[in-house]
C-alpha cells in the first residue's frame, strides 16, 4: 500500500471530480497553446500567402513585360507599313547646290527665286501635299561664339487648287526662335528666355529634343527675318515638299512633274520618313514603359493591401486571444480550486480518521497535491493536443494552411509545447493548494465526534 | 502504565455558552487491562477517548501513553506515535470507501515505520483471523455491518499498537457481530494488549476486566464482579 495507491483508488472513486478538473486544465492550456498555434498559423499563412501574391504578381508583370514587347513590336511593324503609305518627303533644291555641302556643313550656299514656291503652289501638281520653302545657313553666332545653322521658314505654303489641308509644321513666327538639343543643353536656354542673334533679339519659343542630326545644332526663326540677318531678301535656298504621293518608283514622277514646274531645280529625298518612324517608336516604347509601370505600381499595391489585410486579421486573433486566454485560465483556475474544495469537504470524515490511524499533516498534503499534480499532467498534455487540432485546424480554414512541421519549425510554439504541462501543474498545484493545506490541518477529533 | 488520564478536563466553548465535558477524570490501565466506560449519551465519553487517543488536547491534566505525553510531541511526530501505539476502532466503521478490504487494513501502514513485507503479511494475518479473507478484495460498501466493524478491528491492529480505543464498536451490530467484536477485544487484552472501550451498550460489560462510569463528565470506577475467562 502506498499513497501513489491511495489516490488512484481515490481518483477512481470520484470519477466526476477527476473529470471536472481534468476538463479545467485542459481547456486553460487548450487555450493557451490553441492561441499560440493560431497565432503561428496565421504568420505562416500569411509568408505564403505573400509569396504567393508577390509569384502571382510578378509573373503578371513579366506576362506583361512580354505582350508590351510584342504588342511594341507589331505597333512598330504597323508604323513602318503606315509610313510607307505616308509617301516621302522631299527637298527642292537649285540645281547648282552640292549635296556635299548640305550633308558636310549642313549649310547650302546656291540660291532660288522665293516666288518659286509660289509657282508650284499654284501649279496643277499632284504628287506633293505640303511646301516649306526655307534658307539654310552655316553661320558663326557672334553673341555665343559659336557655329550654328540658321533655318528661317515661313511655314506652309498651300497647294491652291486643292482644299486648305491641316498644317503638318507650324511657322516660326516673327521674333520667335526654335532651338536644337545640342544648342539649348549648352546654353542651358529655357522656353521664354531671350537670346540674341547678330543683333537682334528672339525669344526662345520652343526647345527641340535630341534627333541625332544636324537639327541638334540649328535654330529656327522666321523665313523673312532669316533673310534680313542673311542678306538674302526674296531668295531661298530649298522647299521642303512634304507628305509626297510618291512611294517606291514614283520618285521618278515627283522629279519630272517638279523640273517641268521649276527649271533648274533638283528633287532629294529627305530623311523624315525615318525620323517620324523613330520616333513612332520611341513613343511606343515610353506607353509600353508607362503601362508596364502602371502594371508594377498595381502590383505592389495589391501586394501592400494584402498585407494589411493579413496584418488586421493577426491582429483581431492576438487581440481576441490576449481577452479569451486569460479567462479561461481564471475560470480554470477558480474551478480548480473550487473542485478540490469540495474534494476535501466531501473526504472530510476520511481525512480525520487518516489523521487519526497515524497519517502526517505532510502525507495528506502529498496525497491532494498528487492528485492534483495527475490532473495537472493529464489534463496538460490533453489541452497541448486540443489546443494544437483546434488552431491549427482553425489557422487552416483560412487557406491551405500550415503543415505541422511549419508550425514545430517556427520556434516558439515547441517551447511553448514543452512549458505549458508545466505550467499546467504549477496551475493545478496551486488552485489545490489552500484546500489541501485546509484538509492536511483539519482537527480530527473534530471530526470524530461528528458521528 | 499504558494509559494513564490525570485528572484531565474538557470544556467546549461556544459562542455563548460553554459545556463541561469532562472534570478531572483520572483512569488508569495496565497491560491486558479491558476498562469500559460507560454513561449516557452526551456523558463525555468520547471526550474521553479521543483524549486518551492524543486527538483532543485536554484543558488541565495529563495523558501519559506508555510514560510519554502526546501533547508534548509535534503534530507530525505526535500521528507518527499514534500510528505505533494506538488503535482506534468506531462506531461508524471510518473505512476509506475506495480501499478494499486489504488496503484499508494495509492503511496505516503508510504511517508506520515497519517494511512492506512485513506489513503485508501482518495484514494477511490479521484478515485471515478475523474471517475476511474471502472478503479482502471487496470495496466497504459490499461488506455486513459485521465484516466492516471487524475489518476496522484488522486495521486497528495492523502495526500492533499497545493500547486499543473503541468507541461504540457495537452501536450498529446485532448480537451475533457484538459478541463476536468484544471477543476480539478481550482476545486482544488477554494477549496483553490494553483496550479502552467507551460503550453505552451492557453487553460489553461482562467482556471488560474493569467499567467505569461516567456521569456528568465525572467517574466512579469499579471492578467488573462479572468478568471471568467464561465471559469471553
Known amino acids: 500500500m502506498s499513497v501513489w495507491r491511495l489516490v488512484i483508488r481515490e481518483i477512481r472513486h470520484r470519477r466526476l471530480n477527476f473529470l471536472m478538473g481534468l476538463l479545467s486544465v485542459a481547456a486553460a492550456v487548450a487555450s493557451v497553446v490553441g492561441a499560440q498555434t493560431l497565432l503561428t498559423a496565421d504568420r505562416i499563412i500569411t509568408s505564403q500567402l505573400l509569396s504567393t501574391k508577390e509569384a502571382e504578381v510578378e509573373k503578371s508583370v513579366a506576362e506583361k513585360q512580354a505582350a508590351v514587347q510584342q504588342a511594341g513590336k507589331e505597333l512598330q511593324d504597323v508604323i513602318r507599313k503606315q509610313m510607307l503609305g505616308l509617301g516621302f518627303n522631299v527637298l527642292i533644291l537649285p540645281e547648282s547646290q552640292s549635296l556635299s555641302e548640305i550633308h558636310l556643313d549642313g549649310s547650302m550656299s546656291a540660291t532660288m527665286p522665293e516666288e518659286y514656291v509660289d509657282r508650284l503652289a499654284s501649279s496643277k501638281i499632284v504628287t506633293v501635299n505640303h511646301l516649306l520653302p526655307s534658307v539654310t545657313k552655316r553661320i558663326h553666332w557672334e553673341e555665343h561664339n559659336r557655329d550654328v545653322v540658321i533655318v528661317g521658314t515661313r511655314g506652309e505654303v498651300p497647294i491652291q487648287h486643292r482644299g486648305m489641308k491641316k498644317p503638318l509644321l507650324d511657322e516660326v513666327a516673327a521674333g520667335k526662335i526654335v532651338v536644337g538639343h545640342e544648342i539649348h543643353q549648352q546654353m542651358n536656354l529655357m522656353e521664354g528666355d531671350t537670346v540674341q542673334l547678330r543683333g537682334r533679339d528672339f525669344t526662345v519659343s520652343k526647345l527641340h529634343a535630341e534627333r541625332g542630326s544636324v537639327d541638334d545644332v540649328t535654330v529656327w526663326i522666321n523665313l523673312a527675318e532669316a533673310q534680313e540677318l542673311l542678306g538674302m531678301q526674296n531668295l531661298i535656298n530649298a522647299i521642303l515638299a512634304l507628305e509626297c504621293d510618291c512611294s517606291g518608283d514614283r520618285i521618278s514622277q515627283i522629279r519630272a512633274e517638279i523640273s517641268a514646274i521649276l527649271p533648274g531645280t533638283q528633287v532629294v529625298e529627305r530623311y523624315s520618313q525615318a525620323l517620324t518612324r523613330a520616333e513612332s517608336r520611341a513613343k511606343a516604347k515610353s506607353s509600353a514603359q508607362q503601362a508596364l509601370k502602371a502594371a508594377e505600381q498595381s502590383g505592389a499595391e495589391q501586394l501592400a493591401l494584402e498585407r494589411k489585410t493579413r496584418r488586421d486579421l493577426e491582429h483581431r486573433h492576438a487581440g481576441f486571444a490576449g481577452l479569451l486566454v486569460p479567462l479561461i485560465i481564471l475560470g480554470s483556475i477558480m474551478t480548480i480550486g473550487l473542485l478540490a474544495l469540495v474534494n476535501s469537504r466531501q473526504r472530510s470524515q476520511e481525512i480525520g480518521v487518516l489523521r487519526a490511524i497515524g497519517l502526517s499533516a505532510r502525507q495528506l498534503m502529498l496525497i491532494f497535491l498528487l492528485k492534483s499534480a495527475t490532473i495537472g499532467i493529464l489534463g496538460g498534455l490533453a489541452g497541448v493536443s486540443i489546443g494544437l487540432m483546434v488552431g491549427q485546424s482553425l489557422g487552416s480554414a483560412e487557406s491551405d494552411g500550415s503543415t505541422w512541421n511549419e508550425l514545430f519549425a517556427s520556434g516558439d510554439l515547441p517551447v511553448l509545447i514543452l512549458i505549458t504541462p508545466l505550467f499546467a501543474l504549477v496551475l493545478s498545484g496551486l488552485a489545490s493548494w489552500i484546500p489541501a493545506f485546509l484538509a492536511a490541518r483539519q482537527d480530527p477529533a473534530v471530526v470524530l465526534q461528528k458521528e | ?232
Open chain 2, 1 to 232: 502504565m499504558v494509559l494513564q488520564l490525570e485528572q484531565v478536563s474538557k470544556t467546549y466553548v461556544g459562542h455563548s455558552t460553554a459545556v463541561h465535558a469532562v472534570s478531572d477524570v483520572s483512569i488508569e490501565l495496565g497491560a491486558g487491562d479491558f476498562v469500559a466506560v460507560q454513561g449516557p449519551s452526551g456523558c463525555g465519553k468520547s471526550t474521553v477517548l479521543l483524549m486518551a487517543g492524543g486527538l483532543l488536547q485536554p484543558d488541565s491534566g495529563n495523558v501519559l501513553i506508555g510514560g510519554t505525553n502526546p501533547y508534548g510531541l509535534p503534530p507530525d511526530a505526535r500521528a507518527s506515535f499514534r500510528s505505533i501505539s494506538i488503535g482506534f476502532v468506531f462506531q461508524q466503521f471510518h473505512l476509506v470507501p475506495y480501499l478494499n478490504v486489504l488496503e484499508n487494513v494495509l492503511s496505516p501502514g503508510l504511517a508506520g515505520t515497519n517494511s512492506p513485507e512485513h506489513v503485508r503479511q501482518r495484514a494477511e494475518h490479521l484478515i485471515e483471523h478475523f474471517r475476511l479473507a474471502h472478503r479482502q478484495d471487496h470495496l466497504p460498501g459490499e461488506l455486513s455491518s459485521g465484516e466492516r466493524q471487524r475489518t476496522a478491528l484488522a486495521r486497528a491492529l495492523l502495526n500492533s499498537p499497545q493500547l486499543l480505543l473503541a468507541d461504540e464498536p457495537t452501536g450498529n451490530l446485532d448480537r451475533e457481530n457484538t459478541d463476536a467484536v468484544l471477543g476480539y477485544l478481550k482476545e486482544f487484552a488477554e494477549s496483553g494488549g490494553t483496550v479502552l472501550l467507551v460503550t453505552h451498550d451492557d453487553r460489553a460489560v461482562p467482556f471488560a476486566k474493569r467499567t467505569v462510569h461516567l456521569r456528568d463528565g465525572r467517574t466512579t470506577n469499579h471492578m467488573n464482579p462479572g468478568f471471568s475467562a467464561a465471559s469471553g
